[in-house]
């Protein structure tokens, strides 16, 4: 009876899977590998930790919109317009609170505490200069304090410089942690009967009741962090779970479910499999049992054809690929010699054949190879030893060996060296070869001394332009603070006097920063503009001090002069020749003076030199006779035509009147070419209160120029970097200018003031950067010299607007 039962393969292996996966399930749960199956009647236990984070971050939501929401509050009472009158403001506070449930009342208070406008009317006119939030936000752009009897929390902003301006307090509703604390829920499928509770950092409630100590239910904290624009206020927030919710035992419906799905996903499986496995089996059934012919040798034969046609195509395609891959190791290896000037060279030792790439006629990189004796007929006899030696020397040790040959002269022309490096390989088989890089050098500076000498002199030039960059910024930081304290009304004659000469040493100091980037720099300074006045001032003090021992020096070069066409090392390098030949011919004293002159077209020329049209500067130089029994040190006139030399260099003229070699003193008289002056300004379209964006990233700098900025009578907002100052504009774009370091990291001024432009033409961008640090593309944009005075600042911000392209 039991050989005619026949039971189907597919539903015997369906019964086989089905029945291991029950048991795996059923060993999983008794022997501990699953959980045992319990019931939560209040899952919401396991969701109190993720509730208090999320109660916290709604918290911190909450408080960076109350910041948003007092800035868009301070753009509509408009504090600083006169025409508005506070009454107004006050109707405009109480309809702005009436689309705006969630906070309790709107606070516009001036720098004393008077209360200008609120959605109040009794709180008119009445001050909140002895609340205690008041005395903490004297110097803070942003506070957030504690609960009052109607409101949950209070946030005040400053609209200005802290201390200055007014303040804009808003007061949020009582029930405002009551709704986040309902949004959470509902977010999180949590109870209703699940609590809050947020502190203070002093441990004051600011909403909920705190549980006593020993309170059993189950209960998270997290804390809060603050606001972008507000610092942590240490808020904790705590969620405490009902004291009725307890975890059960009792067989749990979903862990069921789930081991009847693995049960029957199990039995899908064999099934699918049993037939699959059944079909080939159940086609012979079916072929013996009708006596049908077997297949056909004419498709066996064709079925093994197209397998064996397969594989030579996926052979010819790994070939193909190969190929490519050769091709473009190839290329690579042309473009390397292209662009770095080396050869690369693989000598075979046993056959002594040297194999290379060079480009065929079509222009394709070829491999081509030579007998190491026909390549080394190609240097001079006397170096052929050396080749050898340095070959059997990398054969025999690992690391580079280089070697300098001398390659034979061509037909009508001189040889040249060749600097070969040679290092010990392997080829494609495995066997020992020699790879050898070369390269050809004439000039001094291709050598390997010559490269580390550039290098080296790239290295010196970063360095000192670091040196530079950090001094002009406590250059900047004295400028600027001894500005502001030299303005202040009322100063005492001693202070005024000492901030006086802090200055003029300050003064020289930036003139000492200029002199270092000139010797860094070299010649890429090229010929620029000057302003001569400046130059001689800084520059005369160190001539008197080290070269011509505190004799009298005059200085009669007016401070409105235009800008001359010379540069300042220029000018430098022609007064240091001038003091030396005043030295050594031992004349005393030193003058110098200019004038503002212009050769007009078809006219005689003043100085008889050749001058072509247009401004000039004459500048004359002299000195008092040869003191008596002065010995002079040197007969000779070498230092001054030096000083000529380089004026005619800079487009110049210089005429020697007197060298001062007989009774007469020295004189002599230089013309040079100035810049046109600039048309008169119009009268800016803005107020001379304007809106600054400051991005530094030095945190004393920003702060000392803030201060000037301030001081000016400019609204001032500080950026720390390029990106919080993106930031910054994202939020509002209502600013004037911005004035932005070029030297800051992750991203220079340049960066972000080409940025800016896009995004927000309307803002004019000012680079503060040491005089001659920016690169040419900056040119659009107002410039800035570090150090900079706060003359410096109001002059910039007072200028014409310049726009990038």
């Given amino acids: 009876m039991l050989d005619s039962v026949r039971i189907p393969l597919k539903v015997l292996n369906a019964a086989q899977l089905a029945g291991i996966a029950a048991a795996a399930f059923a060993l999983a749960c008794l022997g501990g590998g699953l959980p045992a199956p319990r019931i939560d009647p209040d899952p919401g236990l396991r969701g109190i930790p993720e509730a208090s984070r999320s109660f916290a971050e709604a918290v911190d939501e909450a408080l960076t919109g109350a910041v948003a929401d007092a800035r868009n509050v301070a753009l509509l009472l408009r504090p600083d317009d006169p025409d508005l009158a506070d009454a107004a403001r006050a109707d405009l506070v109480r309809d702005w609170l009436a689309l705006n449930p969630r906070y309790r009342d709107a606070v516009l208070i001036g720098p004393d505490g008077t209360v200008r406008a609120a959605g109040e009317p009794r709180r008119l006119g009445t001050s909140v200069a002895r609340e205690p939030w008041f005395a903490r936000a004297r110097n803070a752009e942003a506070v957030v304090a504690g609960p009052e009897a109607d409101a949950a929390f209070t946030v005040a902003l400053a609209l200005g410089a802290p201390g200055r301006s007014d303040r804009l307090q808003l007061r949020a509703a009582p029930a405002l942690f009551d709704e986040i604390g309902a949004r959470v829920r509902r977010a999180l499928a949590l109870p209703a009967d699940l609590a809050f509770t947020v502190t203070a950092a002093d441990g004051r409630a600011l909403a909920g009741t705190p549980p006593a100590a020993d309170d059993p239910r189950p209960h998270a904290a997290a804390p809060t962090r603050g606001g972008r624009d507000l610092a942590n206020p240490g808020w904790l927030v705590t969620g405490y779970a009902s004291a009725a919710s307890r975890a059960g035992t009792g067989p749990d419906g979903r862990v069921l479910g789930l081991g009847l799905a693995l049960v029957l996903a199990a039995a899908a499986l064999g099934w699918m499999l049993g037939g699959r496995a059944a079909r080939p089996l159940q086609r012979l059934a079916d072929g013996s049992a009708g006596g049908e012919a077997p297949a056909s040798a004419v498709r066996e034969i064709a079925a093994l054809t197209g397998s064996l046609h397969d594989r030579g195509r996926n052979a010819d395609t790994r070939l193909a690929r190969a190929d490519s891959g050769l091709d473009r190791v190839r290329g690579r290896l042309h473009t390397f010699e292209a662009m770095s000037g080396w ?73 040249a060296r060749v600097l070969v490096r040679f290092l010990r390989g392997t080829d494609a088989a495995g066997r020992a070869c020699v790879h050898a890089l070369s390269r050809e050098f004439g000039a001094a500076a291709d050598t390997p001394v010559g490269l580390n000498e550039r290098r080296r002199s790239h290295v010196l030039r970063r360095v000192t332009d670091g040196i530079v960059h950090d001094f002009n910024d406590v250059l900047t930081v004295v400028l600027t603070n001894l500005g502001v304290l030299r303005r202040r009304p009322g100063l005492d004659p001693e202070l005024a006097r000492l901030a006086d000469t802090a200055l003029a040493g300050a003064q020289r100091g930036a003139a000492l920063t200029r002199r270092m980037l000139s010797l860094a720099r070299g010649s890429e300074e090229g010929v620029g503009e000057s302003d001569l006045a400046a130059t001689v001032a800084a520059f005369l003090p160190f001539l008197q001090g080290n070269v011509l021992r505190d004799a009298p020096v005059i200085d009669r070069v007016p401070a409105d002069l235009p800008r001359v066409l010379c540069a300042e090392r220029i000018l430098e390098i022609a007064l240091l020749n001038v003091a030396f030949h005043l030295r050594d011919h031992g004349l005393h004293g030193f003058a110098i003076g200019a004038a503002e002159q212009r050769v007009d077209e078809g006219t005689d020329d003043p100085a008889g030199l050749g001058l072509g049209a247009g401004p000039y500067v004459h500048v004359l130089r002299a000195s008092g006779r040869r003191l008596p029994g002065a010995v002079p040190r040197a007969a000779g006139l070498a230092g001054i035509e030096t000083a000529a030399r380089l004026v005619a260099e800079a487009g110049g003229a210089w005429r020697l009147l007197s060298d001062g070699g007989g009774e007469e003193g020295f004189l002599a008289e230089i013309w040079l070419r100035a810049a046109e002056r600039a048309a008169p300004a119009e009268p800016p379209a803005w107020a001379s209160a304007l809106r600054v964006l400051l991005v530094e990233s030095d945190s004393l700098v920003r702060a000392s120029v803030a201060e000037a900025l301030a001081e000016l009578g400019h609204r001032v907002t500080q950026a720390a970097s390029g990106e919080h100052a993106l930031a910054l504009l994202a939020e509002s774009d209502a600013y004037d200018a911005m004035i932005a370091d070029q030297s800051m990291p992750v991203m220079t001024g340049l960066q972000l003031a080409a940025t800016v432009v896009e995004r927000h033409p309307g803002i004019r961008v000012i680079l503060a950067s040491p005089h001659g640090h920016l690169p040419a593309a900056a040119r659009r944009f107002l410039q800035l010299d570090k150090p900079f005075r706060q003359e410096d600042l109001a002059a910039l911000l007072g200028a014409p607007e310049a726009r990038a392209a």
Avoid at 365 to 385: G, K, M, N, Q, V
Avoid at 388 to 397: F, G, K, S, V, Y
């Fill in 343 to 415: 050869t690369c060279w693989e000598i075979d030792p046993e056959t002594r054949q040297v194999i290379w790439s060079d480009p065929d006629e079509a222009g394709a990189p070829a491999d081509r190879a030579a007998d190491l004796t026909d390549l080394a007929a190609r240097f001079e006899p006397a170096d052929h030893a050396l080749l050898d030696l340095t070959l059997r020397a990398a054969l025999a040790a690992d690391g580079p060996h280089d070697a300098v040959l001398r390659t034979r002269p061509d037909a009508g022309g001189a040889g």
